[in-house]
């Protein structure tokens, strides 16, 4: 079975840093572009992040460009979104998609999700 599996998340000091994982189970995520999603309470999903496959192209939305940093291991078949200089803006559930080679607009599976709260 086809699984993605996000960790990581927990409530966070304005400021403050976490790295969210995104492990793959039943399939090779080498083979895959992965994007992080985010949904926070009364507001529609937006995309964080995207990775391709081999890891050669990224981009962000600008509202993380210069604080988030996406990275993946294939060997261990997990993406990892590094999360620095948390804004309580950045609260929500966290989510990652895989789809075929390079980022895009449509995404074939996802994970259950894990949730980001940066409150003081």
């Known amino acids: 079975q086809l699984q993605l599996v996000e960790s990581g998340g927990g409530l966070v000091q304005p400021g403050g840093s976490l790295r969210l994982s995104c492990a793959a189970s039943?399939?090779?995520?080498?083979?895959?572009?992965i994007g992080w999603f985010r949904q926070a309470p009364g507001k529609e999903r937006e995309g964080v992040s995207c990775?391709?496959?081999?890891?050669?192209?990224?981009n962000y939305a600008d509202s993380v460009k210069g604080r988030f940093t996406i990275s993946r291991d294939n060997a261990k078949n997990t993406v990892y979104l590094r999360m620095n200089s948390l804004k309580p803006e950045d609260t929500a559930v966290y989510y990652c998609a895989a789809r075929a080679m390079v980022c895009g607009p449509d995404y074939n599976y996802w994970g259950q999700g894990t949730q980001v709260t940066v409150s003081s």
């Open positions: 039943g399939f090779t995520l080498g083979y895959f572009a």
């Open positions: 990775i391709s496959s081999s890891g050669s192209s990224t």
